[in-house]
Every structure is written in structure tokens, then in C-alpha cells.
């Protein structure tokens, strides 16, 4: 996505290149937002997002801190691999 501080201006699914931003997280919709969607064929993060981010509808909070997935075996193990090592940089309370 394309920001102008924390209005989407534009949003792609997946474009190719490194260093965007990614949407990880939730969204809080209102029910207009059903006029964006056409039926049930739909793909959420196409046609939607990108027509409510042309109509200047889309917001964001950007998250400069840590953030690590855990969709796979692979992101799993390098988060536990992290907390075991202690250097969990999500962690941010005292022992």
C-alpha cells in the first residue's frame, strides 16, 4: 500500500518488490463497505481495497516496531528459536 501519513492512497496486492508496507493486521469496516463488494466472487484485496482507496476511504496505523508472522512451520520456529535465545524483541516486560 501507498501511504500519505495514514491515508492509503493506493493499494496493490503483493506488487512485486521489496520495502512496502503490508497490511498484517485487522480492519474496521463500516457498513458501507458492503457497497464495494459485488458477491461472493469477490476478492477482498483487490477490487475493493483498491476502489476504497481511490475514494480516499482507507486509513492505516503504521507499525514501526517488531513484527514477525507466524503463518508457517518455518516463521514458528524462528519466533521460539528467538524467545529461547532471549532475545525476543516483543518482550517488553521485565523478567
Do not use: C
Not at 481511490?54 to 524467545?83: C, I, N, Y
Amino acid at each position: 500500500m501507498r501511504l500519505d501519513d495514514q491515508k492509503i492512497v493506493a493499494f496493490d496486492e503483493k506488487p512485486e518488490g521489496d520495502g512496502a508496507w503490508v497490511n498484517g493486521g485487522y480492519f474496521v469496516l463500516s457498513p458501507g463497505v458492503f457497497d464495494y463488494i459485488d458477491g461472493d466472487h469477490t476478492i477482498w484485496e483487490r477490487e475493493p481495497l483498491e476502489r476504497l482507496a481511490a475514494a480516499g476511504k482507507l486509513s492505516a496505523f503504521v507499525h514501526r516496531g517488531f513484527w514477525q508472522p507466524m503463518d508457517t512451520l518455518r516463521d514458528k520456529t524462528v519466533l521460539e528459536e528467538s524467545w529461547s535465545s532471549g532475545r525476543a524483541p516483543w518482550k517488553v516486560w521485565a523478567s
